[in-house]
């Protein structure tokens, strides 16, 4: 009687072990999900999923710009502006099936008139 009852607990409790022990394939699995490569990996993650995926690339030529720079004049008379050509680098924006996603790039910055510097912009995607 003590080996019945031994082997209807095991049956009992074999289930419950397999899927106790986190399948990244199983859906119904909550302690490893969502799995990385998983599809639906990005529903529960609010920064992923919703950049959809790459329909294609743009390619955005470097650009020449004509900027005022500030040149100082010789001891204490006043200076005056020039034009400065600058040319900013070139870059390639992803366009998914959501919105745009445009990398991390170099571009100027007007601080002031006359004063411009170089400034890196963050990763940054805008939905359509």
């Not at 969502?34 to 329909?55: D, E, F, K, L, R």
Request: aromatic letters at 14%; charged letters at 10%.
């Amino acid at each position: 009687m003590r080996v019945l009852t031994l082997g209807v607990f095991l049956l009992l409790l074999l289930p419950v072990t397999v899927f106790a022990q986190g399948n990244p394939s199983n859906p119904a699995d909550f302690t490893r999900n969502p799995y990385p490569t998983m599809p639906w990996s990005g529903i529960t993650n609010p920064n992923m999923g919703t950049q959809g995926n790459a329909v294609r690339y743009i390619q955005v030529p470097p650009q020449q710009v004509v900027v005022p720079v500030y040149v100082p004049g010789p001891g204490s008379l006043s200076g005056g502006y020039d034009p400065q050509v600058v040319e900013i680098p070139g870059y390639v924006v992803t366009e998914t099936t959501t919105g745009y996603l445009y990398p991390e790039r170099w571009s100027l910055e007007q601080v002031t008139y006359g004063v411009y510097q170089w400034r890196v912009f963050p990763q940054a995607f805008t939905r359509k």
